[in-house]
């Protein structure tokens, strides 16, 4: 139960940092290897893997959401929460509040699915209820 | 406790539960779907959304009877906490690929309070629309 609830912890963490736009602090928590799959046909829409490629993923939404931004946990899932260990599939209900840089707000809910191995995210495979609006969110 | 209640909404998967989706969904369910944003409540509203979105995962009257084929629709990932369950799926529908999640919370009484459904990417998404709403036609003419 200690290593679920230390991931549970991370996964807290890792919503504070995306509020607080610091990408780097964002990426420590993942796998050279992660891969990200990102849903809606936006720019940024589909897989993403490596960091590198991670790091052109959050750039790319930090300047697509320049202004406020607010991710909020309303719920966290863990597979195994009897787990020792720091591997586990965390599933995060989310909602989040943020401004494009067309000055234009949007409000919408989502799902992360999280595959997390040795404390470090391996893959993020994230579902928003409402895709349109994910859509017109990520207008450029 | 939620592992029963689970295992009977896999069982009505399966078409195996005894009294089918009128067993386990609660009389004021709400269902929240990709396809309608107005959340949908009541029992009877969410079995027609439910039953129309079964037949649009195992093809539908929109393929020819020759090439029917069952669904190949499954759950991959099961995660819950307290009596709600993240359930992930994947199913190819008309040879495209589709995943998502169904969210579903359960009262005390195992009956079903909420199901919200996610899924991805877009064009799977407007498929199902309009498999969902060509079904959704047919069943409220029956």
Known sequence: MIGALILKTMMDSGTNVMNERDVEAILKHWRDDAVMIYPGAS???GRHEGKDAMRSFFSAFMEQFPGHMEFT??????????ALGLSNTIVAEFSVCYTNKHGER??????????????????????????DKLNAAWRQ | MIEEFVSNWHKNMRGELEGGLDAILHDDCIFYSPIVF?????KEITKLYLTAA???FSAGDSVPTKEKKKSDFKYVKEVYSGLTIVLE?????DGKYMNGVDIITFNEDGKIVEIKVMMRPL?????IHEKMKANLEKLQQQ
Do not use: H
């Open chain 2, 123 to 127: 064009q799977a998404i407007n498929l």
């Open chain 2, 38 to 42: 107005t959340p949908q409540k009541g």
């Open chain 1, 106 to 131: 949007f409000e919408n809910s989502g799902v992360s699915v999280v595959t997390i191995k040795n404390a470090k995210v391996a893959q993020i495979k994230d579902y928003y209820f409402d895709v």
């Open chain 1, 73 to 82: 946990t309303n719920q966290t899932y863990i597979k195994n929460m009897l």
């Open chain 2, 89 to 93: 799926f994947e199913s190819t529908i």
């Open chain 1, 43 to 45: 720019i940024v829409s």
């Open chain 2, 54 to 56: 079964g037949q649009s």
